[in-house]
């Protein structure tokens, strides 16, 4: 079990920008997760892939950001056009499919900081 | 629509003291509880969970939670808290038919030595 896996740790980008964040799941994991946590706050949900299939979204999520898992196991989240208020860790969750009942195991996340 | 309150932004106790973290929860239908602790620059790291069963859940680290159905609470506990347990905490909850989790603010957990 080698955990989820993020990439970047960190990233610096001006407004305006388009950035690109990859998670890695736990390898035996089809459900993956993105969320978003700001300074002082819980995280936030953002979107839900079971398999290669995104299943939900959030109303966070609005049209600049897009969320792909083309083959089922790694997963990237785009930011279009970024804004100051994208400002934020970008965490990355996977769990079993197998069972409903065990807990999502996090990533160390991607801190996305907008000049 | 669920949701989670944690009602103390700071904890703070001395090595060696009981440390307690408050949670309550709103939810529709029997809920799925977590805690998570997070420490700087981390992602979180998974506690323990209440899905059914004993109320009394015990965990990783000597942590221990306390569901109370009609209080709609689930309280984090520790008898004897260390230094190292010094972090900031979150309750988790999700529906019975739902995947995502809703998470508190978070409590600050400070211990002196």
């Known amino acids: 079990d080698t955990g989820v896996s993020q990439d970047p740790r960190h990233k610096i980008t001006k407004r305006g920008q388009n950035v690109t964040f990859r998670c890695d799941p736990i390898?035996?994991?089809?459900?993956l997760y993105w969320y978003r946590q700001t300074l002082g706050q819980g995280p936030e949900f953002l979107t839900y892939f079971q398999n290669e299939a995104q299943l939900e979204k959030s109303r966070l999520l609005s049209d600049r950001f897009s969320a792909e898992r083309p083959k089922g196991s790694f997963s990237t989240l785009e930011i279009q056009r970024t804004e100051q208020g994208d400002s934020a860790m970008y965490l990355c969750a996977s769990s079993s499919g197998t069972d409903i009942n065990q807990p999502q195991h996090f990533g160390d996340g991607t801190r996305l900081s907008i000049l | 629509a669920q949701s989670v309150a944690q009602p103390e932004d700071q904890v703070n106790v001395a090595e060696g003291n009981p440390l307690t973290v408050k949670c309550t929860y709103s939810v529709s239908g029997n809920p799925y509880l977590f805690w998570y602790v997070q420490y700087p620059n981390r992602g979180l790291q998974f506690l323990l969970k209440?899905?059914?069963?004993?109320?009394l859940v015990k965990g990783s680290y000597g942590f221990e939670a306390e569901f109370n159905k009609s209080q709609t609470s689930f309280h984090l506990k520790k008898p004897s808290a260390l230094v190292s347990d010094s972090a900031l905490y979150f309750c988790a909850v999700r529906g019975p038919n739902d995947y995502k989790l809703s998470f508190g603010a978070g409590t600050t957990v400070t211990v002196r030595a």
């Open positions: 390898s035996e994991h089809n459900r």
């Open positions: 209440y899905i059914t069963g004993d109320n």
